[in-house]
């Protein structure tokens, strides 16, 4: 059993690195707004299949880190009232919920909006017009990217002390820092980082 619990505690944490996307997703779209005009050659058509294709294996990712959330549960012999017995269980559950929420909208809403804008150029540069809905569209996904970077960070954060919390003050300072660094991944292309 101890094996079994190893593996699904690397499983869950190798999980969590490839859930950290959204911060290369921004890295890529800050470097896509470096290089500015014009929208809708080759690079806009390389980027958008990239983040586009990403969609499915985000899920897949949610889905593998509640099965082997629930699973590392499980193995320990609780059952489903633990994700309400202990708050931090509860609270990256809730977190997984939000980022599942997030992607659903981006997919079957933004993408598809975006993607028609781009079509009605019918593979040309983009007018100024349909560029200027482009970007709002793109914004708006860059947000949405920055909040999935915070709450996935933030969830792996917590998932260190699912069994023994920090003092309240440790983890208000670490969402802090989270926070600042999704901002940075957020707001334009970085040397360092
Ligand atoms: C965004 C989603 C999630 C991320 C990024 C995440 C990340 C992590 C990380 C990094 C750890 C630390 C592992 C360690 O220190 O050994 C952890 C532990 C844990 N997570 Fe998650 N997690 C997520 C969702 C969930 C969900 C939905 C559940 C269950 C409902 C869950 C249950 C657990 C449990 C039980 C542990 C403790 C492992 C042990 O038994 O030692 N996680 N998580």
Request: with cysteine; proline share 5%; hydrophobic share 55%.
């Amino acid at each position: 059993m101890d094996t079994t619990l190893d593996i699904l505690k690397v499983i869950h944490v190798v999980n969590a690195i490839l859930m950290a996307w959204p911060f290369y997703a921004l890295v890529t779209v800050n470097q896509r707004g470096s290089l500015g005009p014009p929208l809708g050659d080759r690079a806009d058509t390389y980027m958008e299949n990239i983040i586009k294709n990403r969609a499915l294996p985000c899920f897949v990712l949610q889905g593998t880190a509640l099965a082997s959330g629930l699973l590392l549960v499980f193995l320990r012999g609780m059952g489903l009232n633990a994700l309400v017995a202990n708050p931090i269980l509860g609270l990256k559950s809730l977190l997984l919920l939000i980022i599942a929420a997030l992607l659903t909208y981006v997919h079957t809403t933004l993408q598809p909006q975006i993607d028609a804008l781009f079509a009605r150029a019918g593979g040309q540069l983009v007018p100024q017009e349909l560029g200027q809905q482009i970007t709002k569209l793109r914004l708006r996904r860059k947000r949405m990217a920055s909040v999935c970077l915070f709450v996935v960070l933030t969830a792996a954060m917590l998932g260190v002390q699912t069994w023994a919390p920090f003092p309240y003050w440790l983890t208000i300072v670490l969402v802090i820092g989270i926070a600042a660094l999704a901002r940075r991944a957020y707001s334009g292309v970085r040397r360092w980082m």
